[in-house]
């Protein structure tokens, strides 16, 4: 028997999760599934939803992309999606783009457009579908931008403040230290994906608010995150939240996934133009792929931002992040297994701030089973905490007795 032509329909994933992503999603209209499929002529993505809702559909060239954007929605679809490969489409992410901004970024491996998109609305038992059906054109066409455009609600639909939090004055008297925690990545840029399906994005927020607890329990520090919640912030934002808080450490939270399922270990990282090894540079252009992944507009910005320059100012900066790095090597060393180099250099664009000490930390591999399953744990996050803690004290001891003397 002979399928029919016109449908070979490649279902990668539908399913139903019964949970709620954050807070107050239970008024966000819901995506129920999204499927990518093979047509004979065009590549197809469907969005099954609860509701018809505004969209606005763009490309981005460098690399090629096409990205969707709708108001905040809750997703109750699968992350496996993510790994969709189906004929024009070769990777695929959803999530939180901005406050109020959920975001579709389609990876395609030649230049294409949304040729067509429609709704088709809910009859019977069936959804509320919005079809788009990609297909490639010359560069030329692709530039000119796709014909999705935006519906007709997009530009009226309630926007909502920056992510960026205003900084919080401390209140007179109030001596603590401040320390900016970043978890790395969130929202439509998950980082990397663990052995057993855990999110980067997830352990590094839920190591920096454990870490938060513990330090600001000591009552030494207030500490704040670049983000609270499963949301995208671009790397720039990320080390200016540490400048505007006047910050005197900045420490980001990173747990990467390589090919070899056996090494484990964590690693310290600081800022140099020239890497300590091809490990640390890699490392470190995939961290600045951030922004790209997110599918972040990033005219007039990208190159300065990419691009690390090490001038004078940032030297005094950088020996303080140097101390930094070895404080917390000694200190989580005890706490956690470590690579056998474990401090390395790089230019990491979240580390550039100018004026205050950083340090980026890997906390583990989530390709390796140990590393993920200790990640995961509360009681190894809280240990983590502490060490961090710990290397916090010695480091401005350190900075107090410099001072006087
Ligand atoms: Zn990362």
Same mark, same amino acid.
């Given at each position: 028997m002979r399928m029919p032509n016109i449908i070979k329909f490649l279902v990668l994933t539908i399913a139903v999760f019964a949970v @709620?992503?954050?807070?107050?999603?239970? +008024?966000?209209? /819901?995506?129920?599934?999204?499927?990518?499929?093979?047509?004979?002529?065009?590549?197809r993505l469907v969005f099954e939803m609860d509701q018809d809702i505004p969209y606005k559909i763009f490309t981005l060239p460098d690399p090629f992309r096409i990205v969707i954007d709708f108001p905040e929605v809750s997703w109750r679809v699968p992350p496996s999606l993510m790994k969709a490969s189906v004929g024009l489409v070769s990777? @695929?992410?959803?999530?939180?783009? +901005?406050?109020?901004?959920?975001?579709v970024v389609v990876d395609i491996n030649t230049p294409a457009i949304v040729a067509k998109n429609f709704t088709i609305p809910r009859k019977g038992d069936k959804p509320l579908r919005f079809v788009l059906d990609l297909k490639p054109v010359g560069r030329k066409a692709f530039f000119a931008g796709s014909r999705?455009?935006?519906?007709?609600?997009? $530009?009226?639909?309630r926007k909502r403040p920056s992510s960026i939090p205003t900084p919080r004055k401390s209140p007179r008297g109030d001596k603590r230290r401040v320390i900016v925690l970043d978890p790395?990545?969130?929202?439509?840029?998950p980082g990397a994906v663990g052995v057993t399906g855990s999110y980067e994005k997830k352990i590094t927020?839920?190591?920096?608010?454990?870490?938060?607890?513990?330090?600001?329990q000591s009552g030494r520090y207030r500490v704040v995150l670049t983000r609270k919640r499963d949301i995208y912030v671009r790397l720039r934002d990320r080390f200016e939240i540490a400048?505007?808080?006047? $910050?005197?450490? @900045? /420490?980001?939270l990173h747990a990467d996934s390589i090919g070899s399922r056996k090494i484990r270990g964590g690693s310290i990282y600081t800022l140099s133009d020239k890497a300590s090894d091809k490990e640390a540079e890699d490392l470190a252009q995939k961290e600045n792929?951030?922004?790209? /992944?997110a599918g972040a507009d990033l005219r007039g910005y990208a190159s300065e931002v990419s691009r690390v320059l090490i001038d004078l100012a940032q030297s005094d900066t950088n020996r303080e992040s140097w101390h930094l790095a070895k404080m917390l090597i000694g200190e989580l060393r005890k706490k956690i297994k470590l690579l056998r180099t474990s401090h390395r250099y790089a230019g990491f664009a979240v580390l550039k701030s100018p004026n205050v000490p950083s340090a980026l930390i890997e906390l583990g591999y989530l390709s390796n089973r140990t590393d993920e399953k200790n990640l995961k744990s509360p009681k190894y996050r809280k240990a983590i905490g502490r060490a961090i803690l710990r290397a916090a004290d010695r480091y401005f001891a350190r900075k107090a007795l410099n001072n006087r003397s």
């Open positions: @709620f992503d954050d807070a107050g999603a239970e +008024q966000l209209p /819901i995506v129920t599934g999204v499927r990518v499929g093979l047509h004979p002529d065009s590549t990777g @695929f992410r959803f999530g939180l783009f +901005q406050p109020g901004n959920s975001r999705g455009g935006e519906s007709k609600g997009w $530009a009226k639909r790395g990545h969130g929202g439509v840029d927020l839920a190591v920096a608010n454990a870490a938060k607890r513990v330090l600001e400048h505007n808080n006047k $910050a005197e450490m @900045f /420490i980001s792929k951030s922004d790209i /992944i």
